[in-house]
């Protein structure tokens, strides 16, 4: 396990903990609602999707859940760096958000995370 997953938190840590905490069921509700609306046009959806059931694992290190929820907010907003709407272009930041967050914490995504987000996927999510 990477050291800097198992150090305890500092203070700052803390406080954005305790704010995801706040805010998970909204950043979970419209993390569906965005994902049916956009579906198979962001080509990252199953490393988002096992990134997704990542958090909700409770065998997932808090500090693992925060960075996935925090890139998962990351998506779900509204006003990001480059808008959704744009072709091509939309998706991008989300994308390497998705990709550095999945980067730190690859060890906690297994693949048991990855088939349940090809069977969600399959069924139209």
Known sequence: ???SIARPFTKAEMDALRRAERDEAGVRRDFWAKLRAVGRRVPFAEDLLAAYY???????????RLVLLAAIAYFVMPVDAVPDILPILGFTDDAAVIAAAIAQ???NINESHRERARA????GA
């Open 105 to 107: 914490v690859a060890g």
């Open 54 to 64: 990542c958090t909700l694992d409770p065998a997932t290190p808090s500090r693992v």
């Open 120 to 123: 969600t996927l399959a069924e």
């Open 1 to 3: 396990m990477d050291d």
